[in-house]
């Protein structure tokens, strides 16, 4: 149930933060439209890269705080490479491709990495304190 909070609540400073830094318009009418919007895209994000991301990647012992920041950097960033990328090559030889273009995402890798660092310190995930209640519920089972 905790994993399952920090997975729902981690986004949330990445979901404000982006669209003011981006300075987004609001195409959809309100800030806080554009807040469930970028909210709902992040969530999308992951679900579909972070979780297998987690699954493989941070098990156990290498479950630290820099391997959940760096899945969140990736879990955001590489997407939005992706994008800048193809916003460069499509647009550059019409328009002259904006600094937004590559300021964005390194803004969605610093997201990325403030969003995995929340979710490792809400969900308690490889703490110190997690370790030992494994270690006593290991120990638990062996002996009750």
Same mark, same amino acid.
């Given at each position: 149930?905790?994993?399952?909070?920090?997975?729902?609540?981690?986004?949330?400073?990445?979901?404000?933060?982006?669209?003011?830094?981006?300075?987004?318009?609001?195409?959809?009418? =309100?800030?806080?439209?554009?807040?469930?919007?970028?909210?709902?895209?992040?969530?999308?994000?992951?679900?579909?890269? *972070?979780?297998?991301?987690?699954?493989?990647?941070?098990? *156990?012992e290498r479950a630290t705080l820099l391997a959940h920041a760096l899945i969140g950097s990736a879990m955001y960033g590489l997407p939005s490479i992706?994008?800048?990328?193809?916003?460069?090559?499509?647009?550059?030889?019409?328009? %002259?491709?904006?600094?937004?273009?590559?300021?964005?995402?390194? *803004?969605?890798?610093?997201?990325?990495?403030?969003? *995995?660092?929340?979710?490792?310190?809400?969900?308690?995930?490889?703490?110190?304190?997690?370790?030992?209640?494994?270690?006593?519920?290991?120990? %638990? =089972? %062996?002996?009750?």
């Amino acid at each position: 149930m905790r994993a399952f909070f920090a997975f729902l609540t981690a986004p949330v400073p990445a979901a404000i933060l982006l669209p003011l830094i981006l300075h987004v318009r609001t195409p959809l009418g =309100s800030q806080a439209a554009v807040f469930a919007a970028t909210y709902a895209i992040l969530l999308g994000l992951q679900v579909i890269l *972070g979780i297998p991301l987690r699954v493989t990647l941070a098990r *156990g012992e290498r479950a630290t705080l820099l391997a959940h920041a760096l899945i969140g950097s990736a879990m955001y960033g590489l997407p939005s490479i992706g994008i800048a990328i193809w916003i460069a090559i499509r647009l550059g030889r019409y328009y %002259d491709v904006t600094p937004q273009v590559f300021i964005a995402p390194a *803004g969605y890798l610093i997201a990325g990495g403030v969003t *995995g660092g929340i979710y490792w310190l809400l969900a308690g995930v490889g703490t110190p304190a997690q370790r030992q209640r494994q270690r006593i519920a290991a120990l %638990d =089972s %062996d002996f009750g």
